[in-house]
């Protein structure tokens, strides 16, 4: 009997089924990795008097995971670094990489996220969590703006205090739309609380450039890299007056805008976020960034 018959397929097929592995339901049960420790996210106990609980003071990053398969995990490893200079905080590189190589080996199929914490205690958590129904990541969204200025001092710092985030999001949602779009005083577009923003006026793709006090984020730089983007400080009258535009982020992979206040967008989704969707897909595919 040949290798390749039909004979060998159930004992393949079982073999796949007894290697398969399905995500948690409760996000306790999902693996995290503890100063170098496995166990349950529901197991890592950090002290209540580590500043990082306390004040926020620490820093973060996050990045995606296909099938055990880390995307620009270096890039954002990268970033958390610099995160970290800006708040004097130690980065130990090393060990947070066999934190995640350990983390990797108890993660499901399918798609979901590492989160790299550090804690001004001296503390270290990696973690997996859900990426949610794609549904919930692919749908359009409506924006709502929501006035909000940025810190000098910790501008592209992904700290552990996310709270002004936070917040604007849940006036947005107050006010019956999904999502915030952040806006400076002086009417300059910014991002979205956990993403970036890009739109198009006039067949040009644009986005606000690292300057106006944004996040560098990795697949925003995607972007930019895969097409040809307009950066710069742009007013809100801008944005509003787009053909289309979508928002993206670790976890939002070119999602679609549909209104940003008031005023609906004419395509949804447009030709350039249907483009953006498929580049990213394909980095992913091929672990383009590494």
Request: charged share 25%.
């Amino acid at each position: 009997m040949t290798a390749g018959s039909t004979a060998d397929r159930p004992a393949r097929s079982a073999r796949q089924a007894r290697s398969a592995r399905p995500a948690p339901v409760d996000a306790a049960d999902w693996p995290a990795v503890l100063d170098g420790e496995l166990m349950r996210t529901g197991d890592a106990a950090i002290p209540a008097t580590d500043a990082g609980f306390i004040r926020g003071d620490g820093a973060f990053d996050a990045f995606p995971v296909r099938d055990r398969r880390p995307f620009a995990q270096a890039a954002h490893l990268d970033r958390l670094e610099r995160s970290c200079a800006a708040l004097d905080l130690p980065c130990p590189r090393a060990l947070l990489e066999a934190d995640i190589e350990l983390l990797l080996t108890a993660a499901p199929d399918g798609d979901c996220f590492v989160r790299v914490i550090l804690t001004r205690g001296g503390r270290r958590l990696s973690l997996l969590e859900s990426h949610g129904e794609s549904e919930d990541w692919t749908r359009p969204v409506r924006l709502a703006p929501v006035v909000y200025d940025p810190s000098v001092l910790l501008n592209g710092v992904k700290t552990l205090s996310y709270a002004a985030n936070m917040l604007a999001t849940r006036r947005a949602q107050a006010a019956g739309f999904d999502e915030a779009l952040l806006v400076r005083s002086d009417g300059t577009v910014l991002e979205g609380p956990t993403c970036s923003v890009f739109w198009v006026c006039d067949g040009r793709l644009r986005t606000p450039a690292l300057g106006t006090g944004i996040l560098a984020s990795i697949t925003r730089r995607l972007i930019v890299e895969s097409f040809s983007v307009e950066q710069g400080g742009y007013p809100f009258e801008d944005i509003v007056a787009a053909d289309e535009a979508f928002l993206v982020s670790t976890g939002r992979w070119a999602q679609p805008i549909s209104a940003i206040g008031e005023t609906a967008l004419r395509h949804v989704p447009g030709p350039h976020t249907l483009r953006a969707q498929a580049e990213i897909e394909r980095a992913m595919a091929e672990g383009r960034i590494a």
